[in-house]
């Protein structure tokens, strides 16, 4: 089987897209000796290519000429795979319209179908009128959990044998580490004493303005606790900034900005808790890496983070501000209850392994083959 992975989000570190594609060519790489490999990417002197190469010379890197999304997958990418002879595509929201190989299409949410006004008009306009033209044009479909199958399905108005739930996994490097040896990293960021912390991108989605607004009720509590919020710094970072002037929280409130994996492994370690009442994710990924590092999280019930996370972290309505301020306090007072949830939440990360994400993507590579 000759499999492509169009893998130009490999080269976008930082993003969710970046953790998924990165993850599943490695552990496909080191559990596939047996057919061959060829990622279609935009610079093939990507760091990330060169380890591929070292683990698995089955894999071959070709560097398309065609950047344009809008061309390149849908039209360029298609035309290779005759030349290349390619027996199953893999891409990401958008497949060739017309190719050689069979086409699996990951696609990860549809949030901007689901909450449209905390997006702009394009990327409203992408999924509401672009993203069912690929959609019907895929022969298998790859999501992240049960809601965002089903949510495929209702919106998309797509039949459910067509979609495959792949969870995705956590790396290994998220674990508990020597705290003695890190603790550099709390003067690196400048965090003095106890915090709580959120990982993720800065958008309404993710839903800091409750956090911020419930920080206030525990800030005033708490005086020694402080909220540690990690993410780049967007359009959407001045509006939180003057929330926290609003609630007198300057020095409260710490924006740390863009950090490392590292780092963010050694920021779950010493935290009290992560905070991720997200309105909606297609999977969550920082709740189970918090989890790996024995992290007690407090995170929403919506969407998927409930089916990821069950009972090994509190759940919370989103909306509810009360209820995310008496949750963050109940948390922080019950030690007891951190420490269960933290053996919990460690037995519940080990059910989730980029190996097994590889292994079932693999099996649907295969299936999509013998389906007619």
């Given at each position: 089987m000759k499999i492509g992975i169009e893998?130009?989000?490999?080269?976008?570190?930082?993003?969710?897209?970046?953790?998924y594609t990165q993850?599943?060519?490695?552990?496909?790489?080191?559990?596939?000796?047996?057919?061959?490999?060829?990622?279609?990417?935009?610079?093939?002197?990507?760091?990330?290519?060169?380890?591929?190469?070292k683990v698995n010379p089955n894999f071959k890197i070709v560097e398309l000429r065609v950047k344009n999304i809008f061309f390149k997958v849908?039209?360029?990418?298609?035309?290779?795979?005759?030349?290349?002879?390619?027996?199953?595509?893999?891409?990401?929201?958008?497949c060739p319209l017309i190719s050689r190989g069979k086409r699996v299409?990951?696609?990860?949410?549809?949030?901007?179908?689901?909450?449209?006004?905390?997006?702009?008009?394009?990327?409203v306009f992408k999924q509401r009128f672009i993203l069912p033209l690929f959609i019907r044009r895929a022969d298998k479909i790859i999501t992240g959990s049960n809601k965002s199958k089903e949510d495929i399905c209702s919106y998309l108005k797509v039949k459910g044998n067509k979609i495959v739930k792949i969870y995705d996994g956590v790396s290994k490097d998220y674990k508990i580490i020597d705290h003695d040896k890190e603790i550099d990293v709390l003067n690196k960021f400048g965090i003095r004493g106890s915090y709580i912390y959120y990982i993720g991108r800065l958008d309404p989605r993710k839903n800091l303005e409750n956090v911020i607004k419930a920080f206030t009720g525990v800030a005033a509590r708490d005086n020694s606790i402080i909220l540690v919020i990690a993410g780049n710094k967007n359009e959407y970072f001045s509006e939180l900034d003057n929330l926290v002037k609003e609630y007198n929280l300057e020095g409260k409130v710490k924006f740390i900005g863009y950090i490392s994996n590292k780092d963010n492994i050694r920021l779950l370690n010493f935290a009290e808790f992560l905070i991720f009442p997200s309105l909606y994710e297609g999977f969550g990924l920082p709740v189970l890496e918090a989890m790996a590092c024995g992290c007690p999280v407090v995170t929403s019930k919506w969407s998927s983070l409930g089916e990821i996370a069950e009972d090994c972290a509190l759940l919370i309505d989103p909306?509810?501000?009360?209820?995310?301020?008496?949750?963050?306090?109940?948390?922080?007072?019950?030690?007891?209850?951190?420490?269960?949830?933290?053996?919990?939440?460690?037995?519940?990360?080990?059910e989730f392994s980029w190996e097994i994400t590889a292994k079932k993507t693999l099996q649907a590579y295969k299936k999509v083959l013998k389906d007619k």
């Open positions: 893998s130009h989000f490999a080269e976008r570190e930082g993003s969710g897209n970046c953790t993850n599943l060519i490695r552990n496909l790489a080191l559990i596939d000796k047996e057919n061959k490999y060829i990622l279609y990417c935009e610079n093939k002197d990507f760091y990330f290519y060169k380890e591929i190469k849908p039209f360029y990418l298609g035309f290779i795979t005759y030349k290349d002879k390619i027996d199953v595509i893999h891409t990401q929201y958008y299409v990951t696609v990860h949410d549809i949030i901007p179908l689901i909450y449209p006004d905390v997006f702009n008009w394009f990327e909306k509810n501000v009360d209820e995310i301020k008496d949750t963050m306090l109940i948390l922080l007072k019950d030690r007891s209850r951190r420490n269960r949830l933290v053996k919990k939440g460690i037995r519940r990360a080990k």
